[in-house]
């Protein structure tokens, strides 16, 4: 990337995790995908019972296969032939994780976390429950202000997970939100965390690359 460009990506994520810490939250700027694995070993110990929400950006960086690497008491959302009922008891059991692994839809300069879930475990856990959380974000998730995070949950996230999960929803024909009132929607709860009240709670590491949607 041209180093011009690149100071002003540089500039913005100083602001962000400024403004994160100003809110009580943890931020951490990586060059690579190594290096937040680094940082990820870092924030948490051998032994550990740790669980995560869905997330593209958590398969890209390798994060699932660190946690399955036998270090740790991995609950395994994705682990093959789990029934419905098995992956809900996941999901509740992710309340008492001592590290709840993430990415989120946008993160604002102003430090605030936006997110939009289908069934609420995701967020959920991130509000409250396990003991830490470590969201992980390609700068593409940076955005100005509250505005933007909703605007880029509709023009990007929404339709890109829509297609991803072969939701028959507007969006997948349109490319943008519609506002749908479908029986598939995904788009359900919205959550905004615009400060932490522990401040070793919330860890967000941005990583220099595009990852997720």
Do not use: W
């Not at 598939?184 to 709860?189: A, G, P």
């Not at 959550?191 to 709670?201: A, E, H, M, P, Y």
Request: hydrophobic share 35%; proline share 1%; with cysteine.
């Amino acid at each position: 990337m041209d180093k011009n460009a690149m100071f002003v990506i540089d500039e913005r994520v100083k602001r962000t995790i400024k403004n994160l810490e100003k809110n009580n939250m943890n931020g951490y700027y990586v060059q690579t995908e190594e290096e937040a694995l680094k940082k990820i070993e870092e924030l948490i110990s051998e032994g550990d019972t740790v669980s995560v929400g869905g997330s593209m950006t958590l398969f890209e960086i390798g994060v699932i296969d660190l946690l399955r690497n036998g270090k740790y008491n991995f609950l395994d959302r994705y682990k093959d032939g789990l029934s419905l009922a098995e992956i809900k008891e996941v999901f509740r059991k992710s309340f008492y994780a001592d590290a709840y692994f993430t990415s989120s839809n946008a993160i604002t300069e102003n430090g605030e976390i936006y997110n939009v879930d289908g069934n609420g475990n995701r967020v959920a856990a991130m509000l409250y429950g396990p003991d830490k959380v470590i969201i992980v974000v390609g700068r593409n998730k940076i955005v100005k202000d509250l505005d933007q995070a909703i605007l880029r949950v509709e023009e990007t996230a929404a339709p890109a997970n829509n297609v991803r999960l072969n939701k028959n929803n507007p969006c997948t024909k349109t490319g943008h939100c519609m506002d749908c009132k479908s029986e598939q929607r995904i788009c359900n709860e919205y959550t905004v965390i615009k400060r932490q009240g522990n401040k070793d709670r919330i860890h967000v590491i941005i990583i220099d690359n595009e990852l997720g949607y």
